[in-house]
């Protein structure tokens, strides 16, 4: 059964509709007159679809990321991956079901993947304690992270998460850390890393694995610091606000583009990628064949400054340094008086003797 969000309700009568014409038991066989009907009710559902999803609101794209029918982590991976082993354990406390990872084969390469699972029904998404992940899961990733940059083995991480797991037990065990830990484990690999946000890209939990070479975004799928519930309830102490949260916050794909937060956006069906889920795997697949193509012929080193210059050039274009006057150091411009007590520091043998034969000069004459 099809599920509809609060703004397709016009799409779903005709839907509904569409459904009842098509169903050979209703009348005895489809006549010419309704194959027309059909035929017609087909054509405003498309352009319903296409004046709805042409001009979405953020908050709207905001409920469609988080479309309980949306494809998820464990979808694009049975799907694009082959001979994928699941990988249990951070070696420390215990197993993170929320997250799913492991080594796989990609167009005949190893590569190792990681996937916030979300879940697709009400016992799955409990299970999977709705993608949000706990320190063990963080602290998974990291070991098999590691364990993938010594045998140079690309990183491929599917984020879909509302956010890390916020309860005491996560907290008691170091939550906190284990995303700084993580993040810093992204930034240091020397191995290609590659990020697709498939849905909700939020907060912390999100950023701890999308540290990457290359952040990728399906169209209607977001990426924020802190959801627009949440932004809404410190701001103005009313979650009712979210709508207008997620507009100030810009977390859509084409917005963060436009920022050069992330690197490419991945057009998704009319109607969102729920609706045509095989042309959502094909177009991601080859954004993945793409992307890891850029690193074929880079060394690892090339790998790790391509993706530290990436960050750091950030909102430079908007800052005191322009990105033109960037060279690879990516080095901020100096306080004057910092590069002069620099220059006598490193000079001060020689400025030393200087004033010793001026001194002597001084006194002589």
Not at 135 to 147: D, I, N, Q, S, V
Not at 162 to 180: D, S, T, W
């Amino acid at each position: 059964m099809k599920s509809y969000l609060e703004f397709e309700r016009d799409i779903q009568i005709l839907e509904d509709e569409l459904e009842k014409l098509k169903d050979p038991f209703d009348q005895e066989g489809i006549s010419e007159v309704n194959t027309n009907k059909i035929s017609e009710l087909q054509n405003q559902v498309d352009i319903k679809l296409k004046n709805i999803y042409s001009n979405l609101t953020n908050w709207q794209i905001t409920l469609i990321s988080r479309h309980k029918s949306r494809p998820k982590a464990k979808f694009f991976i049975e799907n694009l991956f082959t001979d994928f082993i699941n990988l249990s354990g951070d070696r420390k406390f215990g197993e993170d079901k929320s997250v799913i990872a492991g080594f796989a084969t990609f167009e005949e390469k190893s590569v190792l993947v990681i996937g916030q699972e979300k879940g697709n029904d009400l016992d799955t998404s409990i299970s999977r304690n709705f993608g949000m992940m706990k320190p063990e899961g963080y602290r998974k990733c990291t070991r098999l992270m590691k364990l993938a940059d010594k045998f140079n083995i690309p990183v491929i991480s599917f984020i879909d998460t509302p956010g890390a797991y916020p309860g005491v037990g996560a907290e008691k065990r170091g939550q906190a850390e284990a995303i700084a830990s993580s993040i810093a484990c992204c930034m240091s690999l020397r191995i290609p890393t590659i990020s697709i946000i498939i849905g909700e890209g939020g907060s912390g939990g999100a950023i701890a694995l999308s540290s990457s070479n290359k952040i990728i975004m399906l169209e209607n799928s977001v990426y924020s610091v802190i959801s627009p519930e949440g932004c809404a309830s410190i701001l103005w102490r009313d979650p009712s606000k979210s709508e207008e949260a997620a507009k100030a916050m810009k977390l859509s794909a084409k917005e963060l583009l436009n920022h050069g937060i992330i690197d490419e956006v991945i057009p998704e069906p009319l109607g969102g990628a729920h609706r045509n889920k095989d042309e959502v795997i094909a177009r991601v697949k080859n954004s993945l064949i793409r992307n890891l193509g850029e690193f074929k012929n880079f060394k690892r080193e090339e790998i790790y400054n391509h993706r530290k210059n990436k960050f750091l050039k950030i909102g430079r274009d908007r800052g005191f340094v322009k990105t033109s006057q960037l060279k690879d150091s990516l080095s901020t411009k100096e306080n004057p008086t910092v590069l002069i007590v620099k220059f006598l520091h490193k000079n001060k043998f020689v400025i030393g003797i200087a004033l010793f034969f001026v001194l002597s000069l001084f006194y002589l004459f």
